[in-house]
């Protein structure tokens, strides 16, 4: 595996990012790729965005895993995640890897976790040049997601909404508030944020997530293939969200909920997750040949 560190344009800011290509790459051969997207305030850099990078390498794809504006390295207002932005972000990227001498252009995929999950999905039911999706512990309603992460703190999370409002009103200027309070983690499971993601947010960023709906576009990536995965008992972002998602998607869309697992499954390395990915990637999104997978499904609806 070989890796190079990029950069490119989105909506005039310099991003950067990484592209490994795998092992055993010919001079002029194009490979199928993935654009691995990072979570909620994290950076390239995170285990949740590098396993399956490593993972897709090994299999012989082409990846690209990038910092979103104002995350990492990349330019931007530290700490402003828009989802329409990142959305963005997600498109120029691929426009970016048409350009490259081992990319296919016409076999481009998205993966996410989380944050990413979201991004990747609403990126490619709205963009058809995007050639399969993988969501990972995702969601595609932003006010419902929060409604479950926040539970009875609910009521105080949209008056945190209502008062950036107001600030904003005032002052021309967001409101800055804790990472935690727009996205509640579970000390357990603090270890998987990355040292370093950002720890104070614009109020901007929780509104423009309670507003953002990826489920509204899913059944828009059909007859693309989409592969949504979640954890049974998930400790950050409830599960039926990507259960959601499933109901509103179209054929070939295929949902695996996993027991022993929490919300970081790339990042844990579990290794039913791994074997899932492997199959589905064999069967629509190959390396080579056609997919067999596709033509052979039934409608699940």
């Given at each position: 595996?070989?890796?190079?560190?990029?950069?490119?344009?989105?909506?005039?800011?310099?991003?950067?990012?990484?592209?490994?290509?795998?092992?055993?790459?010919?001079?002029?051969?194009?490979?199928?790729?993935?654009?691995?997207?990072?979570?909620?305030?994290?950076?390239?850099?995170?285990?949740?965005?590098?396993?399956?990078?490593?993972?897709?390498?090994?299999?012989?794809?082409?990846?690209?895993?990038?910092?979103?504006?104002?995350?990492?390295?990349?330019?931007?207002?530290?700490g402003?995640?828009?989802?329409?932005?990142?959305?963005?972000?997600?498109?120029?990227?691929?426009?970016?890897?048409?350009?490259?001498?081992?990319?296919?252009?016409?076999?481009?995929?998205?993966?996410?976790?989380?944050?990413?999950?979201?991004?990747?999905v609403?990126?490619?039911?709205?963009?058809?040049?995007?050639?399969?999706?993988?969501?990972?512990?995702?969601?595609?309603?932003?006010a419902?997601?929060?409604?479950?992460?926040?539970?009875?703190?609910?009521?105080?999370?949209?008056?945190?909404?209502?008062?950036?409002?107001?600030?904003?009103?005032?002052?021309?200027?967001?409101?800055?508030?804790?990472?935690?309070?727009?996205?509640?983690?579970?000390?357990?499971?603090?270890?998987?944020?990355?040292?370093?993601?950002?720890?104070?947010?614009?109020?901007?960023?929780?509104?423009?997530?309670?507003?953002?709906?990826?489920?509204?576009v899913?059944?828009?990536?059909?007859?693309?293939p989409?592969?949504?995965?979640?954890?049974?008992?998930d400790?950050?972002?409830?599960?039926?969200?990507?259960?959601?998602?499933?109901?509103?998607?179209?054929?070939?869309?295929?949902?695996?909920?996993?027991?022993?697992?929490?919300?970081?499954?790339?990042?844990?390395?579990?290794?039913?997750?791994?074997?899932?990915?492997?199959?589905?990637?064999?069967?629509?999104?190959?390396?080579?040949?056609?997919?067999?997978?596709?033509?052979?499904?039934?409608?699940h609806?």
């Amino acid at each position: 595996m070989a890796e190079q560190d990029i950069t490119f344009t989105s909506d005039g800011l310099t991003l950067t990012g990484t592209i490994s290509t795998p092992d055993g790459l010919a001079a002029n051969e194009k490979r199928p790729t993935f654009m691995v997207l990072h979570g909620f305030g994290s950076t390239r850099h995170a285990g949740n965005v590098q396993t399956p990078c490593a993972m897709l390498n090994k299999l012989g794809y082409v990846t690209l895993r990038f910092d979103f504006r104002g995350c990492g390295t990349s330019e931007g207002e530290h700490g402003r995640l828009i989802c329409m932005e990142q959305v963005s972000d997600v498109k120029n990227a691929l426009t970016f890897l048409q350009q490259h001498p081992h990319v296919d252009p016409d076999r481009i995929a998205v993966a996410g976790s989380s944050f990413g999950a979201a991004v990747a999905v609403y990126t490619a039911g709205t963009d058809t040049r995007v050639a399969a999706c993988i969501s990972a512990s995702g969601w595609g309603n932003g006010a419902l997601k929060f409604e479950g992460q926040h539970g009875d703190n609910y009521p105080r999370f949209l008056k945190m909404l209502e008062e950036g409002r107001a600030y904003k009103a005032q002052h021309g200027t967001s409101m800055i508030v804790d990472r935690y309070d727009i996205v509640p983690i579970p000390e357990k499971l603090r270890t998987h944020v990355l040292k370093g993601s950002i720890s104070k947010m614009p109020v901007d960023t929780a509104q423009s997530m309670f507003d953002f709906t990826a489920e509204d576009v899913i059944a828009d990536i059909a007859p693309r293939p989409v592969l949504l995965m979640h954890s049974a008992v998930d400790s950050v972002t409830p599960t039926e969200q990507t259960i959601r998602m499933f109901e509103r998607s179209q054929a070939p869309t295929e949902l695996h909920l996993f027991s022993g697992t929490d919300h970081f499954m790339f990042a844990e390395k579990n290794r039913r997750v791994h074997e899932v990915v492997t199959a589905w990637l064999r069967d629509f999104f190959p390396v080579s040949g056609e997919a067999v997978g596709i033509a052979a499904l039934d409608e699940h609806h």
